[in-house]
């Protein structure tokens, strides 16, 4: 069964620092992995997907993501964290046999600056 | 484009009441998708629909139903309100199966 993990309940950067946040996967096929973001009383929007390819993803807002089969993860990452980057990141894998996306607890992302 | 729309943004219902929780979008969108989020949780599937006349089960089903008679309207109907519906629920779509999705604002929902 296809599964996501997000270990962190909550990251904190300094501005301008780098950051990751991080997300393991499960899964049986070829993965198609997913990472959104949720402002504050906000619908999710997204960021970025691996389908297949570059391991490297880039994406919105100068997040990029990278894909490593090898270690089963898709971390999400900033070379300089901004204050506004402050908000909720959710990882999600899509499964190969429907339509369903299963979706990671999310990560509350604060920058302080 | 206003994207995906959602109404009501919030409603408090009383156990045992029932409501339909409107979704639309202008995108000319086959897939379209209702979530549920609880706090701390992630997001959970209710149902999806991936054209007019077709709609599928997803993780969360019970007690609730879906129609999907046009492209554009996707109503969320809950049945018979219980405690346990009390939650943040967002309504989404794309163009294929591996899209992006597009979320609507979302309707805060409480069942007392």
């Known amino acids: 069964a296809q599964s996501v993990a997000q270990p962190e309940d909550q990251v904190n950067v300094a501005e301008g620092n780098p950051l990751t946040v991080k997300c393991t996967y499960s899964v049986s096929g070829n993965p198609y992995l997913f990472w959104y973001v949720q402002y504050p009383n906000r619908g999710l929007q997204f960021l970025l997907k691996y389908i297949t390819g570059d391991n490297l993803v880039k994406g919105s807002y100068g997040f990029e993501a990278e894909f490593n089969k090898s270690q089963t993860s898709f971390h999400l990452k900033k070379p300089s964290a901004l204050v506004s980057d402050s908000a909720l990141y959710f990882c999600?894998?899509?499964?190969?046999?429907?339509?369903?996306?299963?979706w990671g607890a999310g990560t509350k992302l604060i920058i302080k600056p | 484009n206003a994207g995906v729309t959602q109404t009501p943004k919030f409603r408090i219902l009383k156990i045992g009441q029932s409501m339909t929780l409107q979704c639309a979008q202008d995108?000319?969108?086959?897939?379209m998708y209702w979530y549920r989020q609880d706090p701390g949780m992630g997001l959970k599937l209710i149902y999806y629909?991936?054209?007019?006349?077709?709609?599928d089960k997803g993780e969360v089903p019970n007690g609730y139903n879906v129609s999907r008679s046009t492209t554009e309207d996707f109503p969320l109907r809950l049945e018979l309100a219980a405690p346990s519906q009390t939650s943040v629920y967002f309504c989404a779509s794309s163009s294929n199966r591996v899209g992006e999705q597009f979320f609507g604002p979302g309707t805060r929902l409480t069942v007392l």
């Open positions: 999600a894998i899509l499964m190969d046999s429907n339509y369903q996306l299963i």
């Open positions: 629909s991936v054209g007019a006349g077709i709609t």
């Open positions: 995108m000319n969108h086959n897939y």
